[in-house]
């Protein structure tokens, strides 16, 4: 395994020279990346990712110290050197008052001492005015010790402030919660999801429609053809004449359902009765051969049949009077969401 080519070389390189890069990619994310992270980017081990990471951590530090210094030093007000409260020297004596009549005496003369010098004391900052600020100089290097209690301290501080990883977790949760119940309270969203719903519905109400049917359809094909021979014309015609009466019926339902979709519900009786009628006949048609043969079980085989054969056509019939009413239901649903919104 080789590591990339950084600085034109492909060979393992130090610490020194991956620092740019590894600078880079702190700029890149925002923060110092984990361990494991340079180790993948730079294809090094795990102690110089560490020594590595420890490099950046350090450089971090004494960024925010030296910029913890300068925001400190732009908030101070200026203080102007030459301005005093009172005066650098010693106020000045004032001069004797001698009167005009007293003689004038020649002061006595004491001999002048040299005064002591002492050796000038090497300062760390220059002296200057208490108002002055201290020049910025660079900050010290941290070694691993103070980068680990830093490390430490930063994350005793989280924790004593309930900034954990749970808590983290649970912050964050809420937020998407509160994301989430916005968009879903919103009408156009509850609109979309009502007419799923209703597609949803419908559908699973036309398979039942459409078993019950094609189960009805045997019965009366043998309804229909009576004693006719097998594969004749008028056996072959039977099978017609249940698609012929289903056809109608389910014409009816798509046009009602269609109309209720738009807001223009179907409910005269003409139609009613049409409906009733072709499900009647259907049913009719599908007990009568049930009710004309003979069993070996005797009659009670011969009434579960029929009961049989009446319950298949009443599926029928519910779902074709459930249909319309349920779309009818949606319909008006999906408008007042609708019109609620176009109001405000």
């Known amino acids: 395994m080789t590591a990339p080519a950084i600085n034109g070389t492909k060979y393992p390189q130090p610490v020194e020279a991956l620092l740019p890069a590894a600078r880079e990619i702190v700029k890149e994310l925002g923060e110092v990346p984990a361990r494991n992270e340079l180790m993948r980017r730079f294809r090094i081990g795990a102690p110089k990712a560490q020594e590595l990471r420890d490099r950046l951590i350090a450089e971090k530090a004494r960024e925010i110290v030296l910029r913890d210094r300068t925001q400190r030093a732009d ?12 005066p650098i020297g010693p106020d000045p004596l004032p001069a004797p008052v001698v009167p005009e009549s007293v003689p004038l005496v020649e002061p006595v003369l004491t001999p002048v001492v040299a005064p002591v010098v002492a050796e000038p004391v090497e300062q760390v900052a220059p002296v200057s005015h208490p108002g002055t600020p201290a020049p910025l100089g660079p900050p010290p290097a941290l070694n691993r010790n103070e980068r680990r209690a830093l490390r430490a301290q930063a994350a005793h501080d989280a924790l004593m402030q ?4 749970r808590v983290r977790e649970w912050t964050a949760k809420a937020a998407e919660a509160r994301q989430l119940r916005r968009l879903l309270m919103d009408p156009d969203i509850q609109a979309v999801r009502l007419m799923r719903q209703r597609a949803r519905w419908t559908a699973m109400a036309w398979s039942a429609l459409l078993f019950a049917l094609a189960f009805t359809m045997v019965n009366v094909q043998r309804f229909a053809a009576g004693h006719a021979e097998a594969w004749s014309p008028t056996w072959l015609v039977a099978w017609l004449v249940d698609p012929a009466f289903s056809i109608l019926l389910v014409g009816l339902l798509i046009a009602r359902g269609q109309l209720s979709a738009v807001g ?5 009786r003409t139609v009613r009765r049409v409906e009733y009628a072709l499900l009647a006949s259907t049913a009719a048609m599908n007990v009568m051969p049930t009710l004309a043969e003979g069993y070996p079980g005797g009659w009670r085989e011969q009434a579960m049949q029929v009961l049989l054969h009446l319950l298949i056509p009443g599926l029928a019939f519910a779902a074709a009077l459930v249909i319309t009413l349920i779309q009818d239901h949606f319909a008006d649903a999906i408008a007042s969401i609708t019109e609620g919104e176009d109001a405000r």
Do not use: C, K, M
């Open 162 to 165: 309930g900034q954990t990883r």
């Open 264 to 268: 223009r519900s179907v409910h005269q």
């Open 75 to 86: 908030t101070e007000p200026a203080v102007d050197l030459w301005d005093y409260a009172e």
